[in-house]
């Protein structure tokens, strides 16, 4: 990125795993970029040391009851502040040519939509608004001239090897996966798990939620959804395939045979300078890959018996229509129930498999349709955990 060049960004989901590293490069880039909106759920001190720090203009906290506190943490200073979802949106509407979505879960798709409503380059993290919306989200994008930078690790490597210019030379899209902290466990062996031990990623360092989902390869699931609609292929054309050293972040295979991929250390610092210095490059401070060191790069086919979760959003992209919000609302709810000691680590397919029987629902034709499906089914997953919790 040249030195000239100057991006004006928000970031929505500034304190968690995905904002901060983004912060951690506009810090050393600070050159190139100046802070319109900083957004946070509950952290209002972390919040406002950060819209400090960064001379944002707008900082917004999603829980309302926080304003006050908000409020006197940035008083006498030029930011200014909001509180709920009102506030998110505001957020993502301010002009900034770049907005990082990165919010967790299906909370994030307001804000998102309104930063593609207004024409913006959206750096999507927040997968979950793909998984719950994505038809009508790549519509927006589409009507509004939008431009939708893929930053999950996997999609973003698909993008830097995509010919979209050819695209019916693409025969398959091979997303990888590391297998997370229980890779090649039995099911039955993964009854007594605890959150400590699901969070505790062998290669990547991440939220909770996302964490846990890569413990039970629902990440996966969401992520062969989030590729279906980010590429012009087909449903049949994704495949997954299990990488323990998380060093091949995806490929593409090609009519003649050809695969291409993209390879790094596993630090999400790399796909977020991408989409902040795209169609550009920037500097990165991660560690450089040295295969040499790394020495074997192994494979495997993932096993649908044991991570039950991978094959139920499998079968909910198949589906279409309305399940994979189903799916996604009920990941949420047992997740949520499982890191508060709530619910066993190997209830947590059954709490969505249960949910996706029991909710028989039209697929949605509106964002408000979205939001009625997941409080339905957030609703039923909510019945089902009362029957499994402890
Ligand atoms: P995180 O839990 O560390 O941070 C989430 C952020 O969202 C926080 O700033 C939090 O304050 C905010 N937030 C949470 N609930 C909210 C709500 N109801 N309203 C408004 N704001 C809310 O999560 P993360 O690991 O940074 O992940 C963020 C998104 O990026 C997720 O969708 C995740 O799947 C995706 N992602 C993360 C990684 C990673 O390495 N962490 C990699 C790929 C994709
Ligand atoms: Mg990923």
Redesign the pocket.
Known sequence: MSQHQHKRISI??????????TLDLIRRNSINFSVVSL?????VEE?AALAIEFGAELAVI??ERLLPDLKAALAGTRTAVAAG?GG?IEAAERDAEIVM?????A??LR?TMAAVRRGATVAL?????LVCAGDLLMEEVKAHGATLLP???EHNAIFQVFDFERSCGVEKIILTASGGPFRGRSFESLSTVTPAEAVAHPN????????V?SATMM?KG?EIIEAYHLFPIEKTQIEVLVHPQSVIHSMVEYADGSVLAQLGSPD?RT?IAYSLAWPERMHAPVKRLSLAEIGSLTFEAPDLEVFRCLKLAMDAMMAGGAAPAVLNAANEVAVEAFLANRLRFVDIPAIVSDTLTSCDIKAPQSLSNVFEIDKMARREAAQHLAKRAH
């Open positions: 929505l989901g500034a304190t968690g795993s995905i904002g901060q590293s957004t946070a759920y509950s952290r919040l999603g829980d979802e998110l979505a990165a919010i967790v879960g909370a994030g804000p993290a927040n997968k979950e608004c930053v999950d690790s990547w360092d991440m939220g909770a939620k996302i964490s989902d990440n969401l999400m796909p």
